[in-house]
């Protein structure tokens, strides 16, 4: 068993305003917990990998090329593999999200070593 805090997982800053933290990898799959300050953006962007994630705290707007979703906590959602998208936060307060890929994000992992 691995274990980790989301205070102690090796992390990388993709944007400014933007921090993502590696709170579990294996060979399938790369969890994350994220945070984005206010009015940060993580530009359009797209990747190999299924991205489902949730919204904990905060607020922000997900946008694919096909739809937009304005999310509050709770929210939840499912991107597929190559499939453009882009989140601004928008609240006063940073959105906190965790989410999950797969495969792995190898990627990631070369980045926090």
Known sequence: MQDTTWEKAPSF????????????????????YIVIQPGAVVDWHSHPHEQMGTLLS?????????????????????????EEHRFEATGK????????????????????R
């Open 13 to 32: 800053e993709p944007v400014p305003g933007v921090k993502i933290s590696i709170i579990g990898n294996g060979m399938h799959a790369t969890q994350c």
């Open 58 to 82: 905060g607020a922000g707007e997900l946008s694919s090329r096909s739809r937009k979703v304005k999310a509050k906590p709770g929210a939840a959602w499912f991107l597929q593999p190559n």
């Open 93 to 112: 307060e940073p959105a906190v999200i965790v989410e999950t890929f797969a495969p792995a994000r190898t990627d990631y992992v070369i980045k926090v």
